[in-house]
């Protein structure tokens, strides 16, 4: 049996650390552009298929994926993020890891489809059964990508994953999109999923030209399977915290009002989030090959964590302030009741990405154990909070826990998540400074506006106020370097100065 090898250079990451800053910043630049696009093509899926499918059909989506998710994170079981963060790595390793993958997406298929019953009977909704079929599909084709997609992020090829990625979510939404306008109801968001797992696999692989060797044993990649182990079982607590709103929420309200919630939900992440996991994937590997420069990975985490809050917080802001017109103009006036659920959210969403990066910083020094253990208990206690929240208030009590949970856990998650690190819990603090007011003066300013307006107050002033103010803080903060800060304003006033003086200006 031939053995197919990859590159040397696909092999190797020593070479990162050369020029690391520029090589994260090129790297960053790449992902949060795609996901720009990204998220651009999905804000106008979501617009067209809102008005193409009722709340309902969003609901029974919500009911089933806040189950089947789990099955999504043992697939992975979390040898993709073992991959990326090792020193060293074979074609044998990455062999063997590619068919444990493999094998557990082909389980996690099997459990999902014959659970598919079992949803049924749990949330009284026979229309489960099918949904659960096609949607499993997409997890035997998710762990044949996963070490496809790590090889790629290993060595920070962000362009390639990008354009995959793109190119997946463009197919998929026109299959979404179509079978929406033909009247397939709930059908349409189940073959969108479904498509874009298979679509993914099979870029990830042209794009990398990696073909597997057959099993071996002595690889060495029991190191690799206690990090991944680790990382899964936090996900597998992540994502039951992350969609126990909805599994609670299906089963005591229904699908009409979980797909009320859940449109807020997923609005408000999809844009954070995939700010979010496109600068974790960059920082990840970035900080994994200096774990052993403490200086150097202080600075690199704190400018990672100040560029995030920066990106994030400010949109979350402006979530809060314009609930209601952002529910009205982006998916009409059958969403109208979703307006509460976001600014609810959006509040939790705020603070959330800080916090969930400081998980990266065990990780990336090799604790994996402190990485999972630190998860888990941010998870049960998020999941506590959602359950009183929706036995107690229903969907409002379940977006106030979203939100609460995250702040109320940030002291011990903090100091156990930085403990023996570089990062200091102080500085981490002083670094979120920046990021914080800029983005609550504008809000403070828009609701004593809204406040003292009464009937009279406009949202279109009202959004003017919020950028003015947003701007004006930015250029103080930054120029002054009152925190943490991009330095921005000091780039731009050295390139244009001097062009306008030689203009006469």
Known sequence: MPKFSLKPDLLDN???????????????????????VTTGLNLVRGAILARLIAPEDYGLQ???????????????LGLGTATVRERQISQSQISNLFWANTLIGFISMLIVMLCGPLFAWFYNEP???GMSVVLSLGYLFGGLSVQHRALM???????????VTISANILSSALGILLGYLGFGYWALVWMITSTNIILALGFALFTGWIPDLPSKSSGVRSMLKTGTDVAVLNAFSTLANHADKILLGKFIGPHGLGLYNRA??????INGNIRLSLFGVALPGMSSIQSKPEQFRSYYLKFVSILGQLTMPFSAVCFCFADEIVLFYLGPTWVETGIFLRLLSIGAFFMPVITSLDQIPLALGYSVRYRNSGIFRSCFSVILVFFGVVYAGAIGAAVAISLSNLLCLPVFLLWTTKGSPVKPIIYLRTLVTP??????????????????SVEYHAGISFILFVVIYLIVFFITDLFEIGSNL??????????????SKKGF
Do not use: W
């Not at 919500?62 to 992975?76: E, N, Q, R, T, W």
């Not at 992020?153 to 354009?163: D, E, H, K, P, V």
């Not at 939900?265 to 999809?270: C, D, H």
């Open 436 to 453: 914080i007011l800029i983005s609550l003066i504008p809000v403070s300013c828009v609701e004593f506006y809204r406040f003292i307006s």
């Open 487 to 500: 330095k921005l304003t000091k780039r731009v006033l050295y390139i244009a100065v001097p062009r306008l």
């Open 127 to 129: 229309r489960l059964i």
């Open 265 to 270: 939900f997923t609005f408000i992440n999809q």
């Open 14 to 36: 020593s070479h990162l650390q050369k020029d690391l800053s520029k090589r994260s910043a090129k790297s960053g630049f790449i992902s949060m552009s795609a996901q720009v």
């Open 62 to 76: 919500g009911m089933l994926m806040g189950v089947v998710s789990l099955a999504l994170i043992f697939k992975d």
């Open 153 to 163: 992020r290993r060595q920070m090829l962000f362009g390639r994953l990008s354009f």
